[in-house]
């Protein structure tokens, strides 16, 4: 067997991540563009997917998104253009700054939270409730692993 | 709770997804560097992954990885220059081209499917071989869904 057909067969835990990653990118960005939100790109997730209402430190959002300081930086630039989000002085330390979301960017931020909700929903219904239910339980668990054994780490580039 | 720690409580399929496969990657890439192949970078997975010992097309790498072919074109020049690739004449489509894994190529295919084997099978035992054999088979089912659903193609960018 071809090594392309026994990985279109027996997908490694690569291969089922990538796909349902870019995937889900697709189609929650698609969903976002026809909600208002059309200049978003999916490398912008890495700051709004993690972004609080009170504003976040981008150190904070390196490590939570498993991306460079540097490109957190590039990001928050381009949503600051876009209006998404501003840099506000930190109230708990004067020489930092928050990211902090616009009335645009909270926007975005529940209708993208909405959105995730209902694609999950549907892949539960489709395999099962306690089926879907167990697959996140043991997804949670890997992912805690590849973190303890130094397997994901803010230093963390994504492919480009 | 603020959103960014509901998030880390828990997480949804695009947190998981993204930590598994930059975690993932992180790893192998580290492994590979260690096994000889410290030029290749992550994104070079796109190609390297899914290529067949005989040769693949572009256009099928492009669908199997989710890649632009756009971007699995610059991939491959970027591997011919590391010595990785070769393009040759398509035996069946004289004006088409076929991407060669050169020997440390097929090299580099043999270190890395062994690397994820190994490491698929240390979240098994930590896991459990039946919540593991679980886990896998739903999650194909949930890549199959999004591929029906149209929540994947091959126009998928991935994160830049």
């Known amino acids: 067997m071809r090594r392309s057909q026994r990985k279109q067969e027996e997908p490694d835990l690569g291969i089922l991540s990538s796909?349902?990653?870019?995937g889900l990118q697709r189609e929650l960005f698609k969903?976002?563009?026809e909600q208002?939100?059309?200049q978003l790109r999916p490398r912008h997730g890495a700051v709004m997917a993690y972004l609080d209402e009170?504003?976040?430190r981008a150190?904070?959002?390196a490590a939570q998104s498993g991306q460079h300081k540097q490109v957190i930086g590039t990001?928050?630039?381009e949503l600051v253009e876009l209006g998404y989000v501003e840099?506000?002085?930190d109230p708990a330390d004067r020489r930092a700054k928050l990211i902090v979301p616009t009335e645009k960017g909270r926007d975005q931020m529940a209708k993208s939270d909405a959105v995730l909700v209902e694609m999950e929903a549907a892949h539960a219904r489709a395999v099962g409730e306690q089926a879907y239910a167990d697959f996140k339980r043991v997804f949670k668990l890997i992912v805690e692993r590849q973190t303890t054994t130094g397997q994901t780490d803010s230093?963390?580039?994504p492919p480009k």
Chains 1, 2 share one sequence.
């Open 155 to 157: 230093s963390t580039a």
């Open 59 to 61: 150190t904070d959002l």
């Open 75 to 77: 990001l928050v630039d």
């Open 31 to 33: 969903r976002l563009s």
């Open 19 to 22: 796909r349902t990653l870019f």
């Open 87 to 89: 840099r506000q002085p």
């Open 36 to 38: 208002g939100h059309s």
């Open 54 to 56: 009170e504003g976040s």
